[in-house]
């Protein structure tokens, strides 16, 4: 059920069979010589790497959709590889954007631009073959005059080594150094996992030196003193402002990250939108310690302050060795202040997945597996990008209406997407209350998704619209608003076949998911659900529905008395463990744009609040919370319910976290 994903660039003036091409609004935010570092792993779906590829050096970016490389190093484990000379990428005016993959020819890197530095991977390449791929991809501008007085502070370090060379294993590591600003590192002590039976690992080395050349450093590990993580020197880039840090080998495949600590006070995790990249490694079936159930990911998220705890609502899309394809996982974690030890971003998923965070200056996170589950990952503030025109649509305020999944979800056909942070996009606030169908005007206002007006629910400063179910025939929708016959600027969103998010209590896409009993009751902890229970849960973004009598339901209409049916296959866990009957998934009766699911609550379902996990192709949605008892309770079934009220989404939280 996972949907690979075509590609389009743009700016190499690729066309797609049906739908745009990607926006290009923001090319100018690359511009200007950058250095990176790509490390690629292929394998062959099993947990056995069959090429490593790490490639680093220059690439300079024109500011209008084209790139050079320089000259710079493959280091390659099964021989030549073919670089092309140039490329072609496309940005957005958010950052996010695509660029041609200078490892393999036809496929393409997603990318996230914040403060300057890109971030990247080319997870929706997926494989081919029988053979799958995972990279990393960053890359930040060049600073030539570095020199090592450009190098002072105090640093943290996370790394991930893939099993090649002497160790002999698949590896995390964290570090500490201290650049004193002429050439000296002192002694460096080196933690870190290495899989299932290797454990623990530490590497001890005295005398630790780096220098610089032509703004480029090379940390060099002599005297190590105990088993070898790190022997040969490592190049390292730092960022700009010097708070970021990253690198790796020059003769081998390894990828490490790093963030400065603040000169005073106590880091802490902005409130802020968030880009991210990252890698994760399950070594905990593994008994060869070798590279197993790779994942690498770009994604979002928010960070905000609820209650005094921190929330991180966020959406990834990964691509998993073995699969084929990638998927969007939207998920939500807490955090405290500073530095934190907590679960991996997809930790409801695996409870074992537990990262070591490090927060440093500017807010800047990275994150260190702690085994069995390995990885890195880093994670950059964002600003929101500055309105332009008379009238002005955020691209990163687009969310999923019901769970507020970040716009690297996409969208779906006949989901409820909301626009929040535009700028002069309706006169008045108001939302249809008659019912469906909902029109496609409503206070002057329309709302254009590939050219086509959109049923609206709601306009003012948070406009919510479904989106037309023709858009199933594009890769890459545009959006544009429409005021008062002013038009907004247009912004464009990957197309996916479900974009799940389900509705909850309190709105917002946090807390108990909007769920009923058999006989209509809401569904609480002091009214949980019951193992073996049928129940309905309502949500937007399941895509597509079945032809009533071979007529297509209409854009905003209402469903009839029986609801209609969802093309695509969904899936329905509860604590990680999978309803074995789903009765009906669709739309339901008598709405527009809600959709339901009746499912029974697994049998094996703990009792507690459980997180409730929607799944459809390229879609995994584990937000919302089912309240479980732990005992058997009657309550009347029935069929799918109807005249059901749209749930208003309030409190929205936009890019600035509110």
């Not at 000379?85 to 996230?112: D, M």
């Not at 429409?482 to 912004?491: E, L, R």
């Not at 949605?621 to 058997?632: I, K, R, T």
Request: proline share 7%; charged share 5%; hydrophobic share 40%.
């Amino acid at each position: 059920m996972i949907r690979t994903l075509s590609l389009c660039l743009a700016a190499a003036a690729t066309l797609c069979a049906a739908g745009p091409t990607w926006d290009t609004a923001g090319n100018g935010l690359l511009n200007g010589t950058y250095n990176f570092r790509q490390v690629q792993y292929t394998s062959d779906g099993t947990g056995n790497i069959t090429q490593q590829i790490a490639y680093f050096g220059t690439i300079i970016f024109d500011g209008a959709g084209g790139y050079t490389l320089g000259n710079n190093t493959l280091v390659d484990s099964a021989g030549s590889l073919g670089i092309p000379a140039s490329g072609t990428y496309s940005a957005a005016i958010s950052g996010f954007g695509i660029l041609s993959n200078p490892l393999s020819t036809g496929s393409s890197v997603h990318f996230l631009v914040a403060n300057n530095i890109l971030l990247g991977s080319s997870t929706e390449s997926s494989g081919s073959n029988g053979a799958f791929v995972n990279d990393l991809f960053i890359a930040a501008p060049a600073t030539p005059a570095f020199s090592a007085s450009s190098f002072t502070g105090t640093y943290t370090i996370a790394g991930f080594l893939p099993g090649s060379g002497t160790l002999g294993t698949a590896a995390d590591t964290t570090f500490q150094l201290n650049p004193n600003g002429s050439g000296s590192l002192g002694n460096v002590s080196v933690t870190g996992y290495g899989g299932a039976s290797a454990g623990a690992l530490s590497q001890t080395s005295t005398s630790v030196a780096y220098k610089f050349s032509n703004g480029v450093g090379t940390i060099s590990f002599p005297n190590v003193t105990t088993a070898a993580l790190y022997q040969a020197p490592e190049t390292f880039f730092l960022a700009p402002d010097t708070n970021f840090v990253f690198g790796g080998s020059p003769s081998g495949f390894d990828m490490f990250v790093g963030v400065r600590a603040p000169s005073s006070g106590t880091p802490a995790v902005a409130t802020s939108l968030y880009y991210e990249i990252g890698l994760d490694n399950d070594e905990s079936q593994m008994v060869d310690n070798q590279t197993s159930n790779l994942d690498t990911y770009y994604g979002v998220f928010n960070a905000f302050q609820s209650n005094g705890t921190g929330t991180i609502l966020g959406h990834e899309r990964l691509l998993y060795a073995g699969f084929g394809a990638a998927e969007g996982v939207a998920y939500t974690t807490t955090y405290p202040t500073g530095s934190y030890t907590g679960p991996a971003n997809v930790g409801q998923l695996d409870p074992s997945a537990t990262v070591q965070y490090t927060v440093g200056a500017g807010g800047i996170r990275i994150g260190f597996g702690i085994g069995p589950w390995l990885g890195i990952e880093v994670a950059l503030p964002a600003a929101a990008p500055a309105p332009s025109g008379a009238a002005f649509v955020d691209p990163t305020g687009i969310v999923n209406t019901a769970s507020s999944a970040p716009f690297t979800a996409g969208i779906s056909p006949g989901e409820f997407i909301t626009l929040y942070n535009g700028v002069n996009l309706s006169a008045t606030t108001q939302c249809w209350t008659a019912g469906p169908p909902f029109p496609t005007t409503l206070g002057n206002v329309q709302v254009m998704i590939d050219g086509i007006a959109a049923p609206i629910y709601c306009v003012g400063p948070q406009m919510t619209v479904i989106v037309p179910f023709e858009v199933s025939t594009s890769l890459i929708a545009t959006i544009q608003v429409i005021n008062n016959n002013v038009n907004s600027n247009t912004v464009t969103a990957w197309v996916y076949p479900t974009a799940p998010g389900v509705f909850s209590i309190p709105s917002g896409g946090l807390g108990l998911a909007a769920a009923e009993h058999g006989n209509y009751s809401l569904i609480t902890t002091s009214n949980p659900a019951q193992p073996g229970e049928t129940v309905a849960v309502y949500l937007s973004g399941l895509g597509n529905v079945f032809p009533v009598n071979g007529v297509a339901l209409s854009d905003g209409a209402a469903a009839g008395p029986k609801g209609d049916n969802v093309v695509a296959n969904i899936e329905v866990d509860v604590a990680g463990f999978g309803s074995t009957s789903i009765p009906y998934a669709g739309l339901t009766p008598g709405t527009a744009g809600l959709y339901q699911i009746n499912f029974q609550v697994p049998t094996n379902a703990p009792a507690g609040s459980d997180v409730l996990a929607i799944v459809g192709p390229n879609a995994f949605s584990a937000q919302a919370l089912l309240p479980v008892g732990g005992s058997s309770t009657s309550h009347a079934q029935t069929p799918a319910r109807q005249n059901r009220l749209l749930p208003r989404l309030n409190g929205a939280r936009g890019t600035n976290g509110q």
